[in-house]
């Protein structure tokens, strides 16, 4: 019966053949240390494979819920980088989720202060929806300040808006 396993595969380099004269001159003077020597002990170690580089956010869960909580912090503060990348990357793939989380255009706003490049991509797609009026009247009746005219900007460049918004 065979066994049920097999036996890795250690990929390394070939070994370098030293000069033999090299190896007995040094032996006979006495300086050669066959326990010690580095060039031999790296042919013993199997560790030449790269570890795995793990992504963690891979298995980052996106449920309604946790999509709701995310939009809530988002609102109230600015979210971390990997926050920022689920929200919006779970938002392109069903634009549906948007009215299921509790957007609305009384937070936009909010969301454009503390997370412009969340609320900016929400613009971008929720452009073919019927509401989108709504999210334009309330950024075009925002104060002004630095993340307001970014969003606008950015929001002029991508999509054609009405000349009434702008």
């Known amino acids: 019966m065979l066994p049920h396993y097999y036996a890795p595969n250690f990929?390394?380099?070939?070994?370098i053949e030293e000069e033999e004269e090299k190896r007995e001159s040094a032996f006979t003077e006495g300086e050669y240390d066959y326990l010690h020597d580095d060039l031999d002990a790296i042919w013993?170690?199997?560790?030449?494979?790269?570890?795995?580089?793990w992504e963690y956010s891979m298995c980052y869960d996106i449920?309604?819920?946790?999509l709701r909580t995310l939009l809530n912090k988002a609102v109230k503060m600015s979210l971390k980088d990997e926050e920022t990348r689920a929200l919006i990357k779970a938002l392109k793939v069903d634009?549906?989720?948007?009215?299921?989380?509790?957007?609305t255009p009384q937070r936009l706003p909010s969301l454009v202060?503390?997370?412009?490049?969340?609320a900016f991509e929400l613009l971008i797609i929720m452009t073919n929806t019927t509401q989108i009026t709504k999210y334009y009247d309330a950024l075009s009746g925002m104060k002004l300040s630095p993340n307001t005219l970014e969003v606008?900007?950015?929001?002029?460049?991508?999509v054609e808006l009405p000349h009434e918004f702008i």
């Not at 449920?63 to 946790?66: K, L, P, Y």
């Not at 202060?113 to 969340?118: C, D, F, R």
């Not at 606008?152 to 991508?158: I, K, M, P, Y």
């Open 11 to 15: 990929l390394r380099p070939l070994p």
């Open 44 to 53: 013993l170690i199997p560790g030449m494979l790269p570890e795995p580089i």
């Open 63 to 66: 449920s309604t819920a946790n």
């Open 95 to 103: 634009p549906e989720l948007i009215f299921n989380i509790g957007m």
């Open 113 to 118: 202060i503390n997370n412009s490049q969340v």
């Open 152 to 158: 606008f900007n950015r929001l002029s460049n991508h």
